[in-house]
């Protein structure tokens, strides 16, 4: 008996001969057809047996010839760079005011806090009194304040989130590409891992926002105090506190020699951005391969002067999702790595 056609709630479907269940949708002549090779296999006989499975052979090689098409090296991968370039120029704001606020309450005065120092020292030969240091407090707390006041990212966790939502687009826009040019159609898969992923990130990110003013307060406290107790002149404190938020070339030896930590808002800042947008994507990727039973891939490197060493001769080698390298993780999961994972199709995926 024949696949033959039939309505089912007003809609057009397909079943195996008159008994058959009639599926509607889409794939119901697939579902017919696979009901009938389940009779078939149960023991089934009838006269149009061979016309029927000639006719199932002949599917199977025109769908296999089709697949073979798309048999080939998946597309690259691309970095999410632009999420990197706009999360850092997020965290720029912030440094902007940072740097703002401390050239007007803490620049301006470092000149009288030495001069208050030196004339204590000068007249008790030894420190008596801490009012030197209580009016540096007071500054410390009036920058804190207005930096607060001004902070252009009120809501971290809000922003840390959006970053989160578009490092998701973006892998979701490169994956559907590379199914396209493997499978030759877009998958779709439920994740419902993804939203406890993103709220992962957010927290953690917003906590990353929330020290950097934090610990950029604490630093310049101890900046200011350890140069007017070492006798530096204020031209050479007010130097070290721009180190740490202008674009400039820092010495850690001399910085060390001096006394002073060689700590620059903006490197960290830029560190936090490719570091963090760089590990999601890279969780992303690994759970959407493995949602699709993808169990190993193949390391892919920028393929520059920039990728490290111990990155590079990993290039075009296959590694397992549950067995990472140990010295760099998957790719991506290592500081400030680009490195991507290709997946590796099985001839049982690509017949599915």
């Known amino acids: 008996m024949p696949i033959m056609r039939c309505h089912k709630n007003g809609k ?3 079943k195996w001969g008159k008994s058959g269940f009639c599926y509607v949708g889409a794939g119901a002549k697939a579902k017919a057809e696979k009901q009938m090779k389940a009779i078939f296999a149960a023991g089934y006989r009838d006269a149009a047996e061979d016309i029927i499975q000639n006719k199932i052979m002949r599917r199977r090689e025109l769908m296999g010839n089709i697949k073979k098409t798309f048999r080939k090296r998946p597309p690259k991968q691309l970095h999410p760079t632009s999420i990197e370039r706009q999360y850092y120029q997020r965290l720029l704001e912030l440094i902007n005011v940072i740097q703002k606020q401390t050239e007007q309450i803490i620049i301006p005065h470092l000149e009288s806090l030495v001069s208050e120092y030196n004339s204590t020292l000068a007249k008790y030969d030894s420190l008596f009194t801490d009012g030197w240091a209580e009016n540096a407090d007071r500054l410390v707390n009036t920058l804190q304040m207005n930096i607060t006041a001004n902070n252009p990212i009120p809501n971290p966790e809000l922003m ?3 970053i989160g939502q578009y490092t998701s687009d973006w892998n979701d ?6 199914m396209r040019g493997v499978m030759g159609v877009e998958y779709y898969q439920r994740e419902p891992w993804m939203n406890d992923l993103l709220q ?9 926002i929330k020290s950097i003013p934090q610990q950029y307060i604490s630093d310049l406290e101890g900046t200011v105090q350890r140069g007017i107790k070492g006798g530096f002149r204020h031209e050479t404190i007010a130097k070290e506190i721009r180190r740490k938020y202008e674009i400039v070339k820092i010495e850690p030896t001399k910085a060390a020699k001096s006394g002073f930590r060689a700590v620059n808002l903006r ?3 830029a560190l936090i951005a490719r570091d963090q947008v760089s590990k999601l994507n890279s969780q992303i990727t690994k759970n959407r391969q493995e949602g699709l039973g993808i169990q190993k891939y193949i390391w892919r490197t920028s393929l520059d002067e920039r990728v490290r060493p111990s990155h590079m001769e990993k290039e075009g080698e296959t590694f397992s999702w549950n067995n990472p390298p140990a010295d760099t993780g998957h790719p991506g999961e290592d500081i400030n790595c680009r490195c991507t994972a290709e997946p590796v199709f099985t001839e049982e995926l690509l017949s599915v």
């Open 267 to 269: 490197k960290r800042s």
């Open 200 to 208: 992962s990130f957010s927290r953690e990110n917003a906590a990353l």
């Open 173 to 178: 826009k490169e994956w559907r590409k590379i």
């Open 160 to 162: 840390a989130m959006e």
């Open 12 to 14: 057009l479907g397909y």
